[in-house]
């Protein structure tokens, strides 16, 4: 008979783990209501070692902002390519459907959200500036849309933010469909 010997996760695989639990932990209860003690628990570690792969609750809620900004410019990116013509106009078309689609994942969405309400912390501070900067300027890049265009872009962005966390699609009432036209 064959001895199984137990094959351990690297840092590497741990650190994709607790990422992929911390997002629905944090999503649920955000930054402030969530503790670490929640997300190892979630992840099916120690806190202990939770401390081992990340310094401290901040430094792992920005690596989630910065996990999701780099889940709005991959699906940016492909939205763009598809798009056969160079007009700003198509691509932020593109680019809009794109980004609604990746915040229908209700946890992504929240967690970009509690970021926002918990940016007074320096370090998720400095990520949900980042993320912002970095989400500008790519879609800057992509599209070759002018300024207006893009706080524009980013306006409706912000809008369907809103109308996802409060379910307006759900609410058949002159405000709600106003707000989605």
Known sequence: MEARTRQRSTAEERRATVMRTAIKTFAERGYYGTSTMDVAKAAGISQGYLYRLFKDKETLFASLVDHCSARLRESAAAAAAAVQTTDPEAVLKALTASYDEVIADRDVLMIL???????????IGEAVRTCYAEQVEYVRALSGASDEQIRSYFAHGLLSNVLVAIDAASVDAPWARTLRA
């Open 113 to 123: 959200l509690h970021a926002q309400c918990s940016a007074s912390e320096p370090v």
